[in-house]
């Protein structure tokens, strides 16, 4: 069954510092990898994915993540924090086949980013 | 282009009660899925409509239906309502396997 490990609940950095958010997944197949963010009170903003093809994946507001195979991880960066960084940070993993349009999200537990000055 | 959106934004029920929940997709997408977010956690799959017809569903008691209408919006119902289905329910309607989601509707069981 595929499930997503998402490693520390909670994360501080001080504005300007990298930025790590840490996933693990499972998947008995090539998983499709997500990363979401969710501000206070709204719902899921995607930041970036992986389907196939390139491994380093590029996201909107400076966020990349790179898909490691071996280590079965997904993991998020940006070089420098930015105060409107703070926010709930999601991955997520999808499972069914791709046609049809079923393909449901198995989320982690969530990392909530502090960014402090 | 509108997103998706939902309605109501929020919701007060008692237990017992039962309740509707609203979602409509992005013009163009023609699966709807349904999430609940419980405080503190990370989103859990209930069900995903696809061209008015369920193709999948979570593990999630049958208290909690869904349906799918001809032009493509839903609705979740859910019966007999429970302190612990206080939650944000999300939709999320989809394409190419990305999934966009609407600002979710917060339901507060008293």
């Known amino acids: 069954a595929q499930s997503v490990t998402q490693l520390g609940s909670h994360v501080s950095v001080s504005e300007g510092a990298l930025v790590l958010l840490r996933c693990n997944y499972s998947s008995s197949v090539p998983p499709y990898l997500f990363w979401y963010v969710q501000y206070p009170n709204q719902g899921l903003q995607l930041l970036l994915k992986y389907t196939t093809g390139a491994t380093l994946v590029k996201g909107i507001n400076g966020f990349e993540a790179e898909f490691k195979k071996s280590e079965t991880s997904f993991h998020l960066t940006k070089p420098s924090a930015h105060m409107s960084d703070a926010a709930e940070y999601f991955c997520?993993?999808?499972?069914?086949?791709?046609?049809?349009?079923?393909?449901?999200?198995?989320f982690g537990a969530g990392t909530r980013l502090a960014v402090h000055p | 282009d509108a997103g998706v959106t939902q309605s109501p934004t929020h919701l007060i029920k008692t237990r017992g009660q039962h309740v509707t929940l609203r979602c409509s997709p992005i013009s163009g997408h023609k699966s709807v899925s349904w999430y609940q977010q419980v405080l503190g956690q990370g989103p859990q799959f209930i069900f995903q409509y696809y061209e008015k017809e369920e193709r999948g569903r979570g593990n999630f008691p049958d208290r909690f239906s869904a349906r799918q209408f001809p032009n493509y919006s839903s609705e979740l119902n859910v019966n007999a309502l429970l302190l612990g289905d206080s939650a944000l329910y999300l939709c999320a309607s989809g394409r190419d396997n990305e999934q966009f989601f609407g600002p979710g509707t917060r339901l507060t069981v008293l």
């Open positions: 997520a993993v999808s499972v069914g086949p791709s046609s049809g349009g079923y393909n449901k999200l198995i």
